[in-house]
């Protein structure tokens, strides 16, 4: 998403930076070199081993992945927006995730806003046509389609479907063309022209794998985004969807989205 309104290369990259990173790690500890300096280094070293691990027993046959919004928890704090801009260097003007806010007034007009993705939260009630009766938050993401339009339109093959379940973009293939940002039926994806590829939500891929939290769940402090194995009877996600009504933006395009809404509301679309 614009404010005007990863990948196959993140598995590679996230690859290739462990390996990097941890010839650096063996390279310095073979260095003589102050104790102090070698202490600062190990906190990092055993994250990193974690991770490694992590990794290396990922199985992506085990998974499909699959996220959750409760609409009746959100409460438009922007942290997941900032969360997410950091965690994944967003250009200034681009949004992989952001918060809609919905205000019904006694007339029933229902105003739609989201200041700047609402990264810095919301100001009070704009409706000017009456009070508000009814108001709710919604955060946007991509929706990682199951039949995605993106990965059918695009020329050459950048936008895919990783065998676990995540609509990614290749970087090195990508060329900018756009046709994914027409053809994307929510929103979500934009062309960033700052680094010359096609770019959106990625469930923050180069997390999940390593048993990380996505950022923006990580950073809710209301818990009301959920990410999780919809291959697994026993994950967080799958017991919500088995014991609340939920509902999926645009259901009639038939792209059968993987991103859930618990209390969406009829005037959301």
């Not at 974690?50 to 046959?61: C, G, I, R």
């Not at 999780?228 to 939920?246: A, F, M, T």
Request: aromatic share 8%; hydrophobic share 30%; net charge positive.
């Amino acid at each position: 998403m614009s404010k005007n309104n990863n990948n196959s290369d993140n598995k590679k990259s996230g690859i290739g930076n462990l390996s990097r990173r941890s010839f650096l790690r063996m390279s310095l500890f073979t260095i003589t070199a102050s104790g102090l300096s070698i202490l600062h280094l190990q906190p990092k070293a055993d994250a990193e081993e974690t991770h490694n691990s992590s990794a290396k027993t990922y199985k992506m046959e085990d998974y499909w992945w699959g996220f959750l919004v409760d609409t009746t928890k959100c409460m438009g704090c922007g942290a997941c927006v900032r969360a997410c801009k950091a965690e994944n260097d967003v250009s200034e003007e681009f949004f992989r995730t952001w918060v809609e806010r919905y205000e019904v007034s006694e007339d029933n007009t229902v105003r739609v806003d989201s200041p700047n993705g609402a990264y810095n939260s919301f100001p009070k009630d704009h409706t000017e046509q009456g009070k508000v009766i009814k108001g709710f938050f919604v955060p946007k993401l991509c929706n990682h389609c199951r039949t995605s339009c993106c990965t059918q339109v695009c020329p050459v093959g950048a936008t895919f479907t990783s065998p676990d379940g995540v609509v990614l973009v290749d970087r090195k293939h990508c060329i900018g063309c756009g046709y994914c940002v027409q053809a994307c039926p929510y929103g979500s994806r934009y062309v960033d022209h700052r680094k010359g590829y096609a770019d959106k939500c990625t469930l923050c891929y180069h997390r999940i794998t390593k048993g990380l939290k996505n950022a923006c769940v990580q950073a809710c402090p209301v818990e009301a985004r959920v990410a999780g194995n919809l291959l697994d009877p026993k994950s967080k996600i799958r017991q919500i969807l088995k014991e609340c009504r939920y509902k999926v933006i645009k259901p009639e395009l038939g792209t059968n989205p993987k991103c859930y809404y618990v209390g969406l509301d009829q005037e959301v679309n």
